[in-house]
Each structure stands twice: as structure tokens, then as C-alpha cells.
């Protein structure tokens, strides 16, 4: 598929979002860059900001089977991944698939369940795959997570653990619109109180799960040159050695934002990436992967500020 036929693709699809969802244009294009890299993408904002309105929009305008779990703190692991039943009539255990069976995976507020529960998605975002009692049952082709969580400042949340923040290629912050924005949404919303249902907002078929398969290979053949793939190492490594930063980014992550480059750079209609490809996706990539020292805090750095040293530290190829 070439990267012209892409672009139209993706216009439609904004096009489409923008007619439900209003504003959140960097959220919706974070969205587009973790679909055309086969990743997940970590949501996080204040409750009422339009996230599960605009995963639902998403599935929908690309003809994606789509599972919804709300995680509370009472979820156990069998409740994302299923069970095996024994069936009396066969003699046999037969497995009974939960919500991750699927393509487009809404975790609503991943961060109100305890770690156990929310670690068993670890595998399926790793290999696609879930294992359970010994025997490993593949997952869709598509399947893509896209998780909420609200600001762990607010009450009844529970940390992610490192090793699933790594499997996100991206976290996005939603901030609240303009007032200009919520005035619109109001004028489009504001005639009920329930998020209105998909059905009821008569989505366009853009895309099928062949077509996204064909936008994912044109993304992972594209062209990314010595100098730029240098560029990305140097970055990752950085984050390990910056006083600042008690933990630095894994080698997953540089793979991780190669790979989101090359789909930024299609988005942009380039057959090749460039530095600033990296640059605007360094913070998105990194934040939730870098955990800031304890003495970096009591002198007031954020998270944001340390990523920003980092980029400043490395020069980016001309």
C-alpha cells in the first residue's frame, strides 16, 4: 500500500473522529501512530475528557471487534484472560475466552485494579498470545490495547508496574479542551447525559483489518537511514546516565520509537524519517518509561524537564 493511499485512509478517519470527538487533535494522531506501529497506547487524564468515547470511535471506524473491561479492584486476572471449565458432557475442560480475545482492547481505567490483575496483560501486549494452564492460545492479528487511567493523584488508583508501562509505545496526556472546544461539546453532547452509542452515530467502514495490515508493512519497510537510528540509541542510552533519572528507558523502548517514527514520518507523507520525527515522539515514548531520582524531585525537576536536558544533550544528525 503506498503512502498516498495511507494518507487518504487516515484523512477519513480524522475527518470521521472529528465529527464525534471534539479537539484532542494530538491524542488522535498518538492513536494513529501506535495503530500503524501494531502498539499500545496508555491514555491518561481526568474523567470526562472523551477517552473511551474516542477508543470506541476508533474500533468502530475501522471495523475492529472491540472488548471493553472496567478495572475495579475487586478484577481478577481470569476476568481479562478467561477460564478453562470443565465441561461434564465431553469429560474435557474447555476454555471459555475472556475480553482480551479480541482486536481493539479498551482497558477503562487500568490503573483502579491491583497489580496482579493488571499484570496479566503483560503477555498478550508482549506476543500477542495468552497462556493458561499450560497451552498457548493465539491472539488477533489486530489486537491493540488502548488503556485509560485517571492521574494517580486521584484516589483509589494503583501504580502500573514498569515492566507493562514498557510494553506502551506511547503515553499520552488529555488535557481539558479550550473553552471553545467544551462549547461545542456541548452544542454536540449536550442533549443527553450517556455517552451516546456508537450504533446511533452512523460511523463509515473506513478500513478493515486487511487494510490496517497493509498500512502496518508499508510503515515497518520504510526508510530509516544510519544516522537516525544512531540518533535514537544515543537518546535511550542518555536516559540511563542522566543524574536525574533513577531508572533510564530499555532497549525495547528505542526499537519501540523507531518503529513509531517510521509511522509518523507516513502520516506526514515521507517515505523517509527525519530528527524532528524522533524529537516530537521522544516525550510521548519516554515519560512513562523513565522514573525521576528522589533528589530530582526535592529540587523541583519533572519528568518533562528531565526529557527535554536529555534532548538537549544529544545532537541530533543534520
Known amino acids: 500500500m503506498d503512502i498516498e493511499a495511507i494518507r487518504n485512509v487516515v484523512a477519513r478517519l480524522k475527518a470521521q473522529v472529528a465529527s464525534v470527538v471534539v479537539g484532542q487533535e494530538t491524542v488522535v494522531e498518538a492513536l494513529l501512530v501506535a495503530l500503524l506501529s501494531e502498539g499500545h497506547i496508555l491514555l491518561e487524564g481526568p474523567p470526562g475528557t472523551a477517552k473511551t468515547l474516542l477508543a470506541r470511535v476508533f474500533a468502530a471506524s475501522l471495523d475492529l471487534g ?115 472546544e467544551e462549547r461545542r461539546i456541548v452544542g454536540l453532547h449536550g442533549n443527553r447525559t450517556a455517552m451516546p452509542k456508537v450504533d446511533a452515530m452512523h460511523l463509515e467502514r473506513i478500513a478493515t483489518l486487511d487494510t490496517l495490515g497493509a498500512m502496518r508493512e508499508t510503515v515497518a519497510n520504510l526508510q530509516l537511514a544510519d544516522e537516525v537510528a544512531d540518533y535514537i540509541v544515543d537518546l535511550v542510552r542518555q536516559t540511563r546516565e542522566h543524574p536525574a533519572l533513577l531508572h533510564g528507558a530499555s532497549p525495547r523502548a528505542a526499537a519501540m520509537l523507531a518503529t513509531a517514527s517510521r509511522a509518523l514520518a507516513v502520516l506526514r507523507g515521507r517515505n523517509f524519517v527525519i530528527p524532528d520525527d524522533v524529537k516530537e515522539l521522544f516525550r510521548p515514548a519516554m515519560r512513562h518509561r523513565v522514573i525521576l531520582a528522589p533528589g530530582a524531585e526535592v529540587e523541583g525537576l519533572t519528568t518533562q524537564g528531565v526529557l527535554d536536558q536529555v534532548m538537549g544533550q544529544v545532537p541530533a544528525p543534520r
Open 66 to 180: 472491540m472488548n471493553r473491561i472496567q478495572f475495579t479492584p475487586d478484577l481478577m486476572p481470569g476476568d481479562v484472560l478467561g477460564t478453562n471449565l470443565y465441561n461434564f458432557q465431553t469429560a474435557q475442560f474447555t476454555l471459555t475466552k475472556g475480553p482480551i480475545f479480541t482486536d481493539f482492547l479498551l482497558a477503562d481505567e487500568i490503573n483502579r485494579t491491583p497489580p496482579k490483575t493488571q499484570s496479566a496483560l503483560l503477555q498478550a501486549m508482549q506476543e500477542r498470545a495468552v497462556t493458561l494452564d499450560g497451552k498457548t492460545w493465539p491472539l488477533s492479528n489486530g489486537f491493540m490495547v488502548v488503556a485509560t487511567q485517571n492521574p494517580i493523584e486521584q484516589e483509589g488508583t494503583y501504580p502500573l508496574p514498569e515492566a507493562q508501562l514498557d510494553r506502551f509505545l506511547l503515553k499520552v496526556i488529555v488535557p481539558f479542551p479550550s473553552r471553545d
